[in-house]
């Protein structure tokens, strides 16, 4: 039976893009005012259910519905499995929360998907690689990160390869960057990556002919 907490994080996430939508097409015609003000009515329940089922500050939550509009679609997430001959994943910690993740990131507008994940390794722990293939289209729901969102998101995993050396970074964005075997792997950033995702990622390095997978 799903969590009655979690199915109503969901409704609200629903609602939350519906009131985007209909914001999106009402806002600046004076024929649809009334449409406009329900519509942020409706923002505003969304943005109370989701506090009344997070442990997140409203505000905060406020601040994530308000930092996209337009008609809403899911966020994209790129992230990069680099893998050496030893099968070890290249792993980094973070410095929001001080733990481990894969390199990656939200896909900025204008950015390729693969080159995206290629410019995150390098920023992120200074050594330059090449996309493989594409390892996963997963939604994060799905693949039960924590803590929820209050918006809906893709991940795009791609398996990377090494290209040369690593190069000397003076400002890397992370706190620390290593190698690690999945019997060996420090505490993961489970709002980003969990242990499932590296299985697969390690699955597709030893046989590159195993097909993409999506949720």
């Not at 999106?24 to 449409?35: C, H, I, L, R, T």
């Not at 406009?36 to 409203?58: F, G, I």
Request: charged share 30%; aromatic share 6%.
């Amino acid at each position: 039976m799903s969590d009655p907490s979690d199915l109503v994080r969901r409704a609200a996430v629903r609602v939350a893009a519906l009131a985007q939508d209909g914001l999106a097409y009402s806002v600046g015609d004076p024929a649809k005012d009334y449409d406009t003000a329900r519509y942020r009515e409706l923002s505003e329940l969304a943005a109370d259910l989701l506090a009344a089922v997070s442990t997140t500050p409203r505000e905060v939550l406020r601040a994530v519905l308000d930092a996209d509009s337009g008609y809403a679609t899911p966020k994209v997430d790129v992230r990069a499995g680099v893998v050496d001959e030893q099968e070890r994943l290249l792993l980094l910690r973070e410095r929001s929360d001080g733990l481990w993740s894969l390199p990656g990131g939200w896909a900025d507008p204008g950015d390729r998907p693969g080159e995206a994940a290629v410019r995150e390794v390098l920023e992120e722990t200074g050594y330059p690689v090449e996309v493989v293939k594409v390892v996963g289209v997963w939604e994060r729901d799905v693949r039960g990160k924590q803590p929820p969102m209050p918006v809906s998101v893709f991940h795009l995993y791609f398996l990377c390869r090494l290209t040369g050396e690593r190069v000397a970074h003076s400002e890397l964005e992370t706190l620390d960057v290593g190698w690690f075997g999945l019997e060996e792997l420090p505490e993961l950033s489970q709002r980003r990556i969990n242990r499932w995702e590296l299985e697969r990622l390690l699955a597709h390095h030893r046989d590159p002919t195993l097909p993409t997978e999506w949720d």
